[in-house]
């Protein structure tokens, strides 16, 4: 029977050290996030790092015969590894760039040489796994070598790729010394998918410039093979974040937290600790907003959820202080003995605590500078069974090519941001109610098991035309 092996950088379940034993958690983030519901369908696989460094062979047996047991294979990286290839060159080279912060983009010959042997290493691993029928399925900005890779050992496989963050125009992605074997890197997938339309562009725009390879319809042809391009909007698993919110741990967390709150109303933003996501624009216009509507203070409360993330490249250490320092000064400002202005939290939350914070926000803001699709405002959206709530979503998210009716903002704009807030505030309940049914209706029609099933049968189409051209 064929199956389907997943490969990203990361599992969907981490490993912790604490003290001497090692505990199995949840990992972050919308690929993970996204994804976690559908890879144990139909024996499939997900091979990906297990997010720890293992101290010995016994240790590293433990670890794989866990993972093993939830239909995941892990492939280890050691300290060096992960210095060079995680926080170097992917995270502090392709993240910036591919996210428009040049500015904060280094080019290290040793962290491509350590992405280019990682790369290598997960294709042994997937080598390994599959079988000649199986269908390799890879994942994201860490692996985009991988693809090619995978190719050249096996010619007839059938591969498809998915970019979870945006592709950026041509005139950034050239700025890199190895652009040329990034783009040629993922070619050698049989079908690339991309969120939007405009990831998509930028991408055939680039494989235009640096190989010289023109599109036609979706349609590249590269040498003997067609590879095909195509747009897939992520989606949540609609039902798991529905029902999160309607359970009755949910309900109870919700009402613990209103006794404390009392009738406050509640502004919420979750995020992971990153730089794309605006997280301090976004409380530069809290903060306007209690300076330009005085009439809010002692009514409205911001919930901050920021999710530890990457903290060890400086960028990020910069961002939490940043965070930390202008929390600090705005609550140590505006706060009285009954009004915390922000309640800030640094770490991550249970499904259910998560949930319950979505039921109690009358205002979801996700405001990122760029980011590829951003899951949260759909997982907003999908806790919403009242219909009563307001989005706010800035236009640089790929959710914003779906979420119409959300109030769109752009994030650089704190003047539009601050009257976006003021706006959600006082927005009557029936125009809620019709842009919330809105977006909750196409949210739960895309789902995140409807988007798989497009990619899968758009790879199996893709596969179909090729062995066709192979016999002709
Ligand atoms: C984004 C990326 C994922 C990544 C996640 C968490 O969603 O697209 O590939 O896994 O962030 O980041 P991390 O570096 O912790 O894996």
Redesign the pocket.
């Given at each position: 029977m064929s199956r389907t092996i997943i490969v990203?950088?990361?599992l969907p379940t981490k490993v912790l050290r604490t003290d001497d034993s090692l505990t199995f958690q949840a990992?972050?983030?919308?690929?993970?996030t996204g994804l976690g519901s559908i890879y144990q369908q139909a024996g499939n696989v997900w091979v990906g790092w297990p997010?720890l460094f293992v101290e010995d062979a016994t240790e590293e047996g433990y670890v794989r015969e866990q993972l093993r047991q939830d239909s995941m294979e892990p492939v280890f990286l050691t300290e060096d590894e992960i210095r060079d290839y995680?926080e170097g060159f992917?995270?502090s080279t392709l993240?910036p760039t591919f996210h428009y912060f040049p500015q904060y983009a280094t080019y290290e010959p040793a962290h491509w040489a350590a992405y280019v042997a990682v790369n290598e290493k997960f294709c042994q691993a997937v080598l390994a796994m599959a079988g000649p029928d199986d269908t390799i399925w890879v994942?994201?900005?860490?692996l985009l070598l991988l693809p090619a890779m995978l190719r050249a050992a096996r010619p007839r496989a059938t591969i498809g790729f998915f970019l979870?963050?945006p592709f950026p125009s041509y005139e950034l992605i050239r700025v890199l010394p190895w652009a040329r074997e990034l783009v040629a890197g993922v070619l050698g997938a049989d079908l690339i998918g991309f969120h939007t339309f405009g990831f998509m562009r930028h991408f055939l725009s680039s494989v235009s410039h640096l190989l010289g390879f023109t599109a036609h319809n979706g349609r590249l042809e590269v040498g003997q093979r067609t590879v095909l391009v195509d747009t897939f909007p992520m989606g949540i698993d609609y039902d798991r974040y529905a029902g999160a919110a309607a359970s009755e741990s949910a309900r109870q967390h919700e009402a613990s937290y209103r006794q404390v709150l009392g009738d406050m109303r509640v502004i919420l933003s979750i995020d992971?600790l990153?730089y794309s996501k605006g997280i301090a624009e976004r409380l530069r216009a809290f903060e306007q907003l209690l300076v330009r509507h005085p009439e809010w203070r002692g009514q409205v409360s911001l919930i901050m959820v920021v999710v530890p993330?990457?903290d060890q490249v400086a960028q990020y250490a910069a961002l939490k202080e940043e965070i930390d320092e202008l929390v600090g000064r705005i609550n140590a400002a505006y706060r009285t003995m009954r009004w915390t202005p922000i309640h800030y939290f640094y770490r991550s939350f249970p499904l259910d605590e998560l949930a319950s914070l979505y039921r109690l926000a009358e205002v979801g803001l996700v405001t990122p500078m760029r980011d590829?699709m951003n899951l949260v405002a759909k997982e907003f959206v999908a806790t919403k069974a009242n219909d009563h709530g307001v989005l706010i979503l800035s236009e640089r998210a790929g959710a914003a090519r779906e979420l119409s009716d959300a109030l769109i903002i752009n994030p650089t704009d704190l003047d539009q941001l601050t009257a976006a807030l003021h706006e959600a505030l006082v927005m009557p309940a029936d125009e809620q109610a019709r842009r919330m049914r809105a977006m909750r209706r196409l949210v739960r029609q895309y789902d995140v098991f409807a988007w798989t099933n497009l990619f899968m049968s758009r790879l199996a189409y893709a596969k179909q035309q090729q062995l066709s051209l192979d016999t002709d």
């Open positions: 990203s950088n990361r990992s972050e983030g919308g690929l993970a997010g995680y992917s995270n993240w994942h994201d900005y860490q979870h963050i992971r990153d993330s990457r590829g």
